[in-house]
């Protein structure tokens, strides 16, 4: 480890997280409102009553305001795999291609093609070819969507692949397990329908804005509906999916279960922590701290969670790191052994190879076919450098759970007094709504820290680390870019926020017609 | 054929001049295009491997020495 620069390391993860977060504001609002607004279209088509197509031609203004401003973001994170994390664009080359070009190819056809029709079309083309393009931009977004979050997964669970030792890249040998992996799947279907729940929340917020001025009420009220009661049928599948993506987690990233609920030792009948407060997290020089100042617990749910059995054994960080001989877990330092027995024996290999020692590279191949599983342990001599930050994890995971069932109960509320309406006289739940705005943003962002940095350090799970990933580049430019990024985004986000809030203000009631 | 070329090309051409907060978002977007291509890509991400190695033989060399060093 002592070779790598780590300030270099820790810039250029400054830097993806930079991006990546800025990124990710812009995102789930274009995911989710495609779809609100395909859905309020298909309410004007199927009724034919003005009201339903102003009130789309509205949202799909401030849905052009979010596309406009957040799309070719995310090319940037492209760039910094080159420059900055050469090293895993060579290692993960051929698996990232695929999935990249299609997305690709999909965003530039499915998107572009029908973004014009959906915009310049009113009035110029059918109602139906209108209604079908506004579909296809939805879908079109979210697949290109689905490529990304492939890529990610895989990087989480890396399956369908073969790593090649002579090149020094993995290369794809079932693209259908890559792209049907249960890690993938889940991550897909849990992170579209949390960008619906943002979407839906984002509507509900501006329409109950627009009640508590009493403005545009016909508009707002119809929003309210539709919103909430997607919102609600998708909170439910957020919840199921997010539920399932914790297994997923359970079984193929135990140390960021692990950190996602604080668990330091491992215990049978393992209970939830559903609300806690760190006190000192152990450590190698502390390893009887008391974690928790406060919290409470659920009893035998996070066995339950994990593996459908309540008093099953759920491994914490301590188990991980030494190992836990009868639950069958290999410990991190067995790990390290293994891990740089593979990089050894890559390193002979390849002087064998070039020496024409056919005998040396054969049986060099062989010690690292059998230690390859664990090659990015070998980068390590200290396990504890293997854990990610705990409370951090803990935190993000807790606030995006915590968030969630509160936009579940958001929508329940919004759905039984619209019903009713009720609205206009319950204020606190119209001022409740407008203050959930930011934090369906927050949810979304806690979600991706956990994702990212509960899977620290790895960059591919168990094969490549971040240090072992960056490139060996001088560092001065990165820390430049991070803070020409951080200006230029701040800029964007300050430009969509004004323009927004500018349309918000001027839309000037229709009527009820 | 002309016909239907026409026809797009005034489809598109109606849509932008109608436009009134899209004409701004065309602004902000190109700008922001020039800065991430013209500026962020060409002098501050150049590919690592691809402008310090020629061949994809060299470039895997070099990854493999920075992977068992």
């Known amino acids: ?513 | 054929m002309a016909k239907i070329i026409k026809k797009v090309f005034y489809f598109y051409y109606d849509g932008f001049r109608s436009m009134t907060v899209g004409k701004r978002l065309w602004i902000i977007i190109l700008i922001k295009l020039f800065i991430i291509f013209a500026i962020f890509k060409l002098f501050f991400f150049p590919d690592f491997l691809k402008t310090h190695f020629k061949t994809d033989q060299e470039r895997s060399n070099y990854v493999i020495e920075q992977l068992t060093k």
């Open chain 1, 1 to 513: 480890m002592e070779h790598f620069n780590m300030a270099l390391v820790d810039w250029s993860r400054a830097q993806f997280a930079l991006t990546a977060l800025y990124h990710w504001l812009f995102v789930p609002l274009t995911l989710g409102t495609s779809f609100i607004i395909a859905i309020m279209e298909t309410i004007y088509v199927k009724t034919g009553k003005e009201i339903w197509k102003r009130i789309t031609r509205f949202w799909m203004v401030l849905f052009a305001i979010n596309f406009a401003i957040g799309v070719a973001t995310g090319i940037i994170l492209e760039f910094e795999f080159g420059t900055n994390w050469s090293n895993y664009s060579w290692f993960v080359g051929d698996i990232f291609g695929a999935p990249l070009a299609i997305e690709g190819i999909m965003a530039f056809f499915m998107e572009s093609t029908f973004f014009a029709v959906m915009f310049f079309g009113w009035d110029k083309v059918s109602q139906k070819f209108h209604l079908t393009s506004t579909w296809l931009v939805a879908i079109g977004s979210n697949l290109s969507a689905l490529w990304i979050l492939v890529a990610n997964a895989w990087m989480q669970n890396p399956v369908g692949m073969h790593f090649n030792p002579q090149t020094a890249r993995n290369e794809m040998v079932n693209f259908w397990a890559i792209l049907f992996s249960p890690t993938a799947v889940n991550k897909f279907l849990h992170t579209i329908s949390s960008a619906y729940v943002l979407s839906a929340i984002f509507v509900i917020g501006v329409s109950a804005w627009f009640l508590l001025k009493k403005r545009n009420l016909a508009l707002a009220k119809r929003s309210m509906v539709v919103a909430a009661t997607f919102g609600l049928i998708m909170s439910v599948f957020m919840v199921i999916t997010g539920d399932e993506s914790a297994r997923q987690v359970y079984n193929v990233q135990p140390m960021k279960f692990a950190s996602m609920e604080g668990l330091y030792y491992g215990e049978n009948n393992a209970p939830l922590v559903a609300i806690g407060f760190f006190d000192r997290t152990p450590s190698p020089n502390n390893p009887k701290a008391k974690e928790w100042a406060a919290k409470i617990e659920i009893p035998n749910l996070l066995s339950y969670m994990a593996t459908f059995n309540p008093h099953a054994f759920v491994p914490g960080i301590h188990d991980l790191v030494h190992g836990n001989d009868a639950h069958g877990i290999i410990s991190y330092y067995d790990r390290i052994k293994m891990g740089k027995l593979a990089i050894a024996a890559l390193k002979e290999f390849q002087l064998a190879k070039k020496a024409q020692q056919d005998a040396k590279a054969k049986a060099a191949l062989k010690t690292f076919e059998a230690n390859y599983k664990y090659f990015g342990y070998g980068y390590y001599n200290d396990p504890h450098k293997l854990i990610p930050n705990v409370p951090l994890t803990f935190y993000s995971f807790h606030t995006m759970v915590g968030l969630g069932f509160w936009f579940v109960l958001l929508f329940l509320l919004t759905l039984i007094y619209a019903t009713k309406d009720k609205l206009l006289q319950k204020r606190w739940l119209l001022y409740a709504a407008l203050w959930t705005i930011p934090l369906a943003w927050l949810a979304q962002e806690a979600g991706w820290m956990v994702a990212e940095f509960g899977r620290q350090p790895w960059v591919v799970q168990d094969y490549m680390p971040t240090l072992s990933a960056v490139s060996n580049i001088d560092q001065t430019s990165v820390i430049i870019t991070f803070f020409l990024f951080a200006v230029v985004f701040t800029v964007l986000l300050i430009a969509e926020l004004k323009i927004m809030l500018n349309q918000i203000k001027q839309l000037k009631d229709g009527g009820q017609q």
